[in-house]
């Protein structure tokens, strides 16, 4: 079965540079959620998408920005990257809201800014 | 405070043994509990939902305490395969969720 698919897997910036993630949901998957998660420690909520449309916002910094597309595709642009942002990103995707639904996880972009 | 709460472990159990792991959530307003699997440098996946009559798959059990606040998580007859990280995740509205920090498993031969 079709998985969520991250690209690209690995990325390597420095400081003040600037990145984009993607993610592609599940075909028929209508929402898109993004985490972060630092070495040793839990996925932190950052943004969800319903629609097109932000439906749920964590705490993703002022310099991150996202959008879901019209074919359900949603990028991370991550500007003015520094150190701490070197993290594992995931971006999970459920058909409907998710806690009604079961949330299906990418197998992350690695970021390593240095 | 955050707002889901695990003991991180590590729990080292030999192999057929049975384990618990237990996780808080600080807002009684919370809807939806899961528990997570986590293999090292993966990506989380479901292991199960838990509903407040408590449900079981095969050698899983979970629990849900809305008076407490707090869900577990019960493995039976531990398996090498089992030996992961498990994350509680709490959903307290909408969109959004809050894992746990995760607890180490490890079970050992």
């Known amino acids: 079965a079709a998985g969520v698919i991250q690209s690209p897997r690995h990325l390597i910036k420095e400081k003040r540079e600037t990145a984009t993630l993607k993610c592609y949901p599940i075909?028929?998957?209508?929402?898109v959620y993004w985490y972060q998660q630092g070495p040793g420690q839990d996925p932190q909520f950052l943004i969800s998408f319903y629609e097109k449309m932000q439906s749920d916002k964590g705490s993703i910094p002022d310099r991150f920005s996202a959008q879901q597309f019209s074919d359900y595709h949603s990028e991370l642009n991550m500007s003015s990257l520094e150190l701490g942002d070197s993290a594992l990103y995931f971006c999970a995707s459920s058909r409907g809201l998710a806690r009604l639904e079961t949330q299906y996880f990418g197998p992350g972009t690695r970021l390593l800014v240095l | 405070r955050k707002e889901v709460e695990q003991d991180p472990g590590p729990f080292n159990v030999p192999e057929g043994a049975t384990v618990a792991f237990n996780c808080t959530y600080s807002n009684s307003a919370s809807q939806s509990f899961f528990w997570y699997r986590q293999d090292c440098r993966k990506e989380p996946k479901l292991l199960m939902s838990?509903?407040?009559s408590g449900n079981e798959d095969g050698r899983f059990t979970a629990q849900l305490n809305r008076a407490s606040q707090y869900i577990s998580l019960l493995i039976r007859d531990s398996k090498l395969s089992d030996s992961a990280t498990y994350l509680c995740?709490?959903?307290?509205?909408?969109?959004?969720?809050?894992f746990g920090t995760g607890t180490s498993l490890t079970v050992i031969p």
């Open positions: 838990v509903y407040s």
């Open positions: 075909p028929r998957h209508d929402t």
């Open positions: 995740v709490v959903n307290e509205r909408g969109n959004q969720f809050y």
